[in-house]
């Protein structure tokens, strides 16, 4: 089975978790666990994207074991997350979503099904990078920040409203795009132009937490984006 099929299922996955699911219904799923509505059109949305993705209307318990499966996996992630194991249960319950993709993968390998393609795998494997790294790589930062409470008394800082979250996503996007073109020394201009503007007035506040934070959270930033543009290079 042509590895694009798995990575036009993980571009559903990233749709459905990341861009279809907003913070009101994750408080609900939260709160309500399995008597919460949000959870069911979740899942179910997960359902249809997965078929979408899938293409081929007689994959549907392809479909529905992603579904069941999906489920599966929230429901454990709802009822076992507090607020130490947060940060890591998030991590494993992306972890056991994509495992799940590759199993459906697998499976569709073992049967003689032909897939209509309607890119090719480069294609779906730079969308795929695109969409990583925007809502999702965001949320997963924020998640893993959490560990970090900063006072917004003595932070100092004036910010436009989610306007750390919007440079981090366009940042991460312009060092995949150059290291997909081939011009790694135009990460290095990003980063030292970031420096140049971001740190100064960091240095200038005083605020030696708030400067470990911006730091580590763009250190994090450019390794995934990096990181990403390394791995679709090595599918070229």
Do not use: C
Not at 108 to 126: C, E, Y
Not at 168 to 185: N, Q, S, T
């Amino acid at each position: 089975m042509p590895i694009a099929v798995l990575i036009k299922l993980i571009i559903a996955h990233l749709i459905g978790d990341f861009f279809l699911q907003t913070d009101k219904s994750v408080q609900k799923k939260e709160a309500e666990k399995l008597k919460s509505v949000s959870l069911y059109i979740h899942v179910l949305l997960h359902g249809l994207l997965s078929w979408i993705a899938l293409w081929n209307i007689e994959l549907w318990y392809i479909a529905l074991f992603i579904m069941l499966s999906h489920l599966v996996v929230d429901v454990a992630k709802l009822y076992l997350t507090n607020k130490k194991n947060k940060r890591w249960l998030f991590l494993l319950d992306q972890v056991a979503h994509i495992a799940t993709l590759v199993i459906a993968w697998l499976w569709l390998s073992n049967f003689n099904i032909v897939m209509p393609s309607l890119s090719s795998m480069h294609f779906w494997a730079f969308i795929a990078g695109m969409l990583f790294l925007t809502a999702p790589v965001s949320i997963a930062l924020k998640t893993f920040f959490t560990r970090w409470k900063l006072d917004p008394r003595k932070v100092g800082v004036d910010s436009l409203k989610n306007a750390g979250k919007w440079i981090g996503m366009i940042e991460r996007l312009l060092v995949f795009v150059f290291i997909v073109a081939g011009h790694f020394e135009a990460v290095g201009f990003l980063l030292a132009a970031k420096s140049v503007f971001r740190f100064g007035d960091l240095n200038r506040e005083s605020n030696m937490k708030l400067t470990e934070y911006v730091l580590i959270g763009t250190l994090l930033s450019f390794g995934i984006a990096i990181l990403t543009g390394l791995a679709y290079q090595s599918l070229l």
